[in-house]
Every structure is written in C-alpha cells, then in structure tokens.
C-alpha cells in the first residue's frame, strides 16, 4: 500500500505559517509601498518577519515529509517520495516544481531585497531596533546630512565592511536585549567607517575653497539681549587644483604630506604629540610642554593618521549646548528676544538644573518659564502674554532637539571640534605649547585660519575690510588674547 509522505500534521502546520507568512508580507508591504503613514515596526513586519514566518513554514513542510519518509509504511514497505525519469510524470514533476520554487523565490528575493534596503534606512537605525539611539536620530534629522542614510557612513561599501558592520550590530542588539549599553551611547572610533569610504564620497579633500565668509550673532545677558554680530572671512583654503602647496585651514589635507599625532584619551581631546611629515619624508616632531608625558608612555599610544574628522568630528550628530542653543533660537524667533531676561532665565532653565526625563524636563521648563514672566514681569505677561507661551514653547523645542537626559547625552558628552569657543578644537595642537627640537612652534595666531571683518553692537558695528583684532563683548579691562583660551571661561552654561 502506497502512502502519501507529503499529508502530515507537521508539514500542515508548515503549509499553514507559509501562506501566513506569504500573506502577511504582501499585506503589509503593500501598504508600505504605497506610502502610507506607518510607525516604524511595520517595515520589519513586512521585510522581516512575515517572511521570516513564511521561510520557517517552508522549513516544517520539508522537515514534515522527510519524516515521514522515514516511517515504514503499514505494509512494511518504506514511503518514499518516487521521481519518474521520462514521460508525462517526469514532465509533471518539472512543471509542479517550477510552480512551487518560482514564485517562492520571487517572493524571497523581493522581501530580502527589501529587507536588505530598510536595515540600511535611517528610520530602521533610528527608531526600528535602536531606540537607544534616539539622541542621534533627532540630532541627524536637523543636520546639514538629513539627508544622507546613515548607513552611506557608518557601513562601509565593500562586503567585508558590510558583514563586519552587521556583526557589529548584533553586539549592539544583545547589549540592548540586556540593558547592557552605555549611557551615553560612545562615539566608536576604532570601528567607524574609513574618510575613504564615507566622507570622499561626496566630499574632494583636494578641493580648492579659497576665503568663505561666515556670520555669527550672539545675544548679550548683561546688555538686555543686546545681539552682539560677527563677520569673518574664514580660510578654508586647500590644494590649489593644478598643483602646488596647500594653504588655509584644509592644509592640513594636502595628498602629499601626512600629519600624525597620538591622544592620551578615547574622545582625542588631549594630545600631547604631533608628527609632520613632508612629501620629501622629511619629519618634524612636535610635543607640548605641558603633557608631561614620558617616552615610554607616548611608545604606548596609538599613533593616528589625521583626516577630516579628526575636526569635522560631529558632521550629522551636532549637541549644542544650552548657551548656542539659545542664540539660535532667539535668531530664528523661537525665542522673543524682547522679553525682559530671557536669555538668563532659558540658560538657567537649560544649563542649571538637571532632568531625569524629557517628560520631566518639558513640564518643568515650560510651568517655570511661564510662572517666572507672571510672577516677576506681570506687566509684560500681561501684554506679550502670546510671545511669553511661545517663548516657552521653543525653549522646550530646543531642548528636545540638544538633550537627552534618558541616554545623558548633550554637549558635555560629545565635544565638536569645529572651532574653539566651548572645546579646544583647534586649540588641541595650535595651542602655542607644542615644540620641536629645533625651536619651532605650531602657531596659534588667529588670522591663520580666519579675518574678521565686522564685529560689535549690530545697530552699530564696527568695519574694516583689511581685519579687526577680535573683540569680546563683555569689556574685561585689558587684552582677551592674554587670558588663555576661550574653554578657561566658556562653559556653554549660564552667562557663556
């Protein structure tokens, strides 16, 4: 007596969780595809896991009949699944697997494709399977590179970079399935993505730019708000296109030369040891006279070679602390720069208190904000009382867009090495401090890297197209220049 391998409860069940699966998929990818609203969980419904439901189905079916195959039969005689070599049986054979097989690897490679294609998204990294990376997410959308996927930086083009990204990931997923991860999250410079495969792909290091003018305005507590402007024609600079030296600011990513240096910390802020060498191989050691450090202790630090992040470190991810924060705001009228105090007041409520939640934070800043105009300055809540709840309101959107109290991530966590006003920047080698043998000093003068042409009170600035001295706004009665670097007063907190 024949018996039928393919009839059995565990291949039913298989049957059952592909058509399931099958359906699913195509159920919710179809609304994916059409672009209707979704949260972030139904892409990795429709990619992943209906297909991963249908492909275990797949698996039961296959797992079911070749069980079966194995039982005797009643008869005594073994079940087997026959295959007829010729006539029309083979030929029904053929065209009932083609039937089967096709349409399931269609089916496969469309799903897998779109899996492959969403794990790679923003919206996957961001919210999907990284709630913790909220910080970044939020930071990233209002970046110059909302745009750019953050896979087209943080994993690499060629497939070992790929695989070694994804194994990456999935340390990240089990520290996070076991509430093992770091807050804040770090920046992971060992493994980040090579210059050469994420920055170079849009952006030439040998690109000429020349002078760029650039425009800042700050908004002065002790003067009522006073907004303070500053214009300067920045030396970006580079390699000239048909060759020669470079110059400016992008010197330092002349294709002939290469500079080297070693940090004493993980964040690269302290670095005691700089190495120049020329395209002729010629080399110039520089140390700082302030590091202390020994021979043996600087054989022990890795040497890095510099490249664009070494100062472009927060490209997509920029934390601005509560007192930048707050210009920008007042710039873009997010804050009414006509009340009374209110750069002092949102400094205080942003730098001087701390929050154990966003919700925690938006409750307390907006009911103090408000309490503060109607229990001081009566009259204007009185009369700007619309201007006062939406001054709360974007304190509020500034805080959301710069804080993270949950992952304690801000300003304080990841230091932008653009400039030198709240972290040394710049000011880690050209600090004056760092010598070579033979005398010489990597500078510190500030018109190698910028002129300023315009600064002062913005109803009346003072202007010279040849360049000003810088001057501070708050009037400390001699030369800024002799009190050290801007990082010794500058906090990002209330008042700087």
């Known amino acids: 007596m024949k018996q039928r391998v393919i009839w ?8 059952i969780l592909l058509i399931l699966g099958v359906a699913g998929s195509f159920g919710f990818g179809l609304l994916e595809l059409r672009g209707d609203p979704n949260g972030p969980y139904r892409p990795l419904l429709a990619w992943v896991l209906m297909p991963a439901l249908g492909w275990l189905g797949v698996l039961l079916m296959v797992l079911g009949w070749w069980r079966r195959r194995s039982r005797p039969a009643p008869d005594g005689a073994p079940p087997r699944l026959s295959l007829p070599l010729s006539g029309w049986g083979f030929f029904r054979a053929v065209l009932l697997a083609g039937l089967v097989s096709v349409p399931l690897l269609s089916w496969g490679a469309f799903t897998g494709y779109h899996a492959y294609e969403h794990t790679e998204s923003t919206l996957f990294c961001g919210s999907t399977c990284h709630s913790v990376m909220k910080p970044e997410e939020v930071t990233h959308q209002i970046s110059p590179h909302a745009s750019v996927e953050c896979a087209d930086c943080h994993v690499g083009h060629t497939p070992r970079e790929y695989v070694e990204a994804k194994l990456f990931g999935v340390t990240e997923l089990i520290s996070l399935l076991g509430n093992r991860y770091e807050r804040p999250i770090q920046t992971p410079i060992q493994v980040m993505v090579p210059v050469r495969a994420s920055c170079t792909g849009c952006h030439w290091p040998g690109q000429y730019w020349g002078q760029l003018h650039r425009d800042y305005s700050h908004f002065i507590t002790a003067h009522d708000n006073q907004e303070w402007v500053l214009k300067m024609n920045v030396k970006v600079g580079g390699t000239y296109r048909f060759g020669g030296e470079g110059e400016g600011i992008h010197w ?7 500079v080297l240096y070693a940090a004493t910390d993980e964040k690269l802020q302290d670095i005691p040891w700089v190495k120049l060498v020329e395209a002729d191989g010629r080399e110039v050691v520089y140390r700082s006279e302030d590091s202390g450090i020994s021979d043996e202790e600087l054989a022990a630090l890795e040497m890095r070679e510099m490249d664009c992040v070494d100062c472009h470190n927060r490209p997509a991810h920029r934390f601005m602390a509560p007192i930048l924060a707050i210009d920008d705001g007042m710039r873009r009228g997010l804050i009414d720069r006509s009340l009374p105090e209110v750069k002092t007041l949102a400094a205080e409520l942003l730098a001087s208190r701390d929050y154990t939640t966003e919700e925690e934070a938006r409750e307390t800043i907006r009911t103090a904000f408000l309490e503060y105009y109607e229990t001081e300055h009566p009259e204007v809540f009185a009369e700007q009382g619309g201007a006062v709840h939406k001054s709360a309101a974007g304190l509020v959107l500034l805080y959301r867009q710069n804080f993270f109290p949950e992952m304690k991530a801000d300003w304080r966590a990841y230091p932008d090495n653009i400039g030198h006003f709240l972290s040394d920047g710049c000011f880690r080698c050209h600090s004056g401090k760092h010598s070579s043998e033979d005398g010489r000093t990597i500078s510190n003068d500030c018109s190698l890297c910028h002129q300023i042409v315009m600064q002062g009170p913005a109803d009346d600035p003072e202007f010279d197209p040849d360049g000003l001295e810088f001057r501070h706004p708050v009037d400390f009665g001699g030369p ?17």
């Open 8 to 15: 059995n409860a565990t291949s039913w069940i298989g049957f």
């Open 252 to 258: 330092h990513m002349k294709l002939g030369p290469k």
């Open 480 to 496: 800024i220049q002799e009190m050290g670097n801007c990082t010794e007063c500058h906090d990002g907190g209330l008042g700087n």
